[in-house]
């Protein structure tokens, strides 16, 4: 079955870079979630679409912004980046209907040096 | 507000032996619930979920959790570890009128031979 797919798995950064990841939702599914896991934390809330348009705003930095395009996928882009986003970021995504589980992808961990 | 607590980050249990992996929720209203098993360097997975039909959950290789609303709880049980259970869990409450999910600090479990 298919599954969110997140790119790139891994991103190596250098401070006060951009970065921009993609996740690619389950076909059909037209939500999608961002979380940032930190090492050792649980994962935390960032950022939703429904639709293409902003659902839910969670501790998302005024550097990140995102978006959800036509074809249901979303981008994470984070600028004027710093040593702390250095994190696991995931990528979810649901059907309509508040009683479904997220499935997350892989991730993409990010490494800011 | 929604928030779960995850007694205990860390559990060992023997192969073979009973897993229980305890999550209280806080909520002012039954939210929905879930558990989420993380291997190492990769994504969540949704073990089992909790919305409002029967307390007694069955989830997935083997785990079950039951929905105690006199004790605000969601505990993660599984009558006989496996090796291959050595994972961090995540117990995650979901509002019902909310996109966003909340999740524990996580428990990791080590299943010792």
């Known amino acids: 079955a298919a599954g969110v797919i997140q790119s790139p798995r891994h991103l190596i950064k250098e401070k006060r870079e951009t970065a921009t990841l993609k996740c690619y939702p389950i076909?059909?599914?037209?939500?999608v979630y961002w979380y940032q896991q930190g090492p050792g934390q649980d994962p935390q809330f960032l950022i939703s679409?429904?639709?293409?348009?902003?659902?839910d705003k969670g501790s998302i930095p005024d550097r990140f912004s995102a978006q959800q395009f036509s074809d249901y996928h979303s981008e994470l882009n984070m600028s004027s980046l710093e040593l702390g986003d250095s994190a696991l970021y995931f990528c979810?995504?649901?059907?309509?209907?508040?009683?479904?589980?997220?499935?997350f992808g892989s991730g993409t961990r990010l490494t800011v040096v | 507000a929604q928030s779960v607590t995850q007694l205990g980050s860390h559990v060992s249990v023997s192969e073979g032996a009973l897993v229980l992996l305890r999550c209280n929720y806080s909520?002012?209203?039954?939210?929905?619930l879930f558990w989420y098993v993380q291997y190492p360097n990769q994504g969540l997975q949704l073990l089992l979920k909790?919305?409002?039909?029967?307390?007694l959950v069955k989830g997935i290789n083997g785990f079950e959790a039951e929905f105690k609303k006199s004790e605000t709880s969601f505990h993660l049980t599984k009558p006989s570890a496996h090796m291959s259970d050595a994972a961090e869990y995540f117990c995650?409450?979901?509002?019902?009128?909310?996109?966003?999910?909340?999740f524990g600090t996580g428990t990791s479990l080590t299943v010792i031979p």
């Open positions: 979810a995504s649901s059907l309509p209907g508040i009683n479904y589980g997220y499935t």
């Open positions: 076909p059909r599914h037209d939500t």
């Open positions: 679409f429904y639709e293409k348009m902003q659902s």
């Open positions: 909520s002012s209203v039954p939210p929905y």
């Open positions: 909790y919305t409002s039909a029967a307390t």
């Open positions: 995650a409450v979901r509002a019902l009128y909310s996109n966003q999910f909340y």
